[in-house]
């Protein structure tokens, strides 16, 4: 069982820089990070898949790294340019069973372990 603990929200100005973290366990096929601001649906933000290849959201590539660190079962979000509408909780996410059949590399319903999500404030 893949348990998730993610940590690195916090409060930051316009243009400012985050890095959040989520300790895992086991070995999930892929894991990503995901966002919901208040009255608004959760979007999926980054994924990274075994042997590291990695997609974004439109609205953070260039600003937005996802990575991982296998030795120490540690996802990352690294986070630049922060913009207030990046202002959101923050999970993470694993999909610890495959799910071929779900063709976008964003969506949630591949993703079937979550965290309790981290709050990241983006000011202007």
């Known amino acids: 069982q893949v348990h998730l603990v993610e940590s690195g929200g916090g409060s930051v100005q316009s243009g400012g820089s985050l890095r959040l973290s989520c300790a895992y366990s086991g070995y999930p096929y892929s894991m990503g990070w995901f966002r919901q601001a208040p009255g608004k649906e959760r979007e999926g933000v980054a994924v990274?898949?075994?042997?590291?290849?990695?997609n974004y959201a439109d609205s953070v590539k260039g600003r937005f790294t996802i990575s991982q660190d296998n030795a120490k079962n540690t996802l990352y979000l690294q986070m630049n340019s922060l913009k207030p509408e990046d202002t959101a909780m923050y999970y993470c996410?694993?999909?610890?069973?495959?799910?071929?059949?779900?063709?976008?590399?964003?969506?949630?319903?591949?993703?079937?372990?979550w965290g309790q999500g981290t709050q990241v404030t983006v000011s202007s």
């Open positions: 996410a694993a999909e610890t069973v495959l799910k071929t059949w779900i063709l976008s590399p964003l969506a949630s319903t591949k993703f079937d372990i």
């Open positions: 990274i898949y075994r042997g590291g290849i990695t």
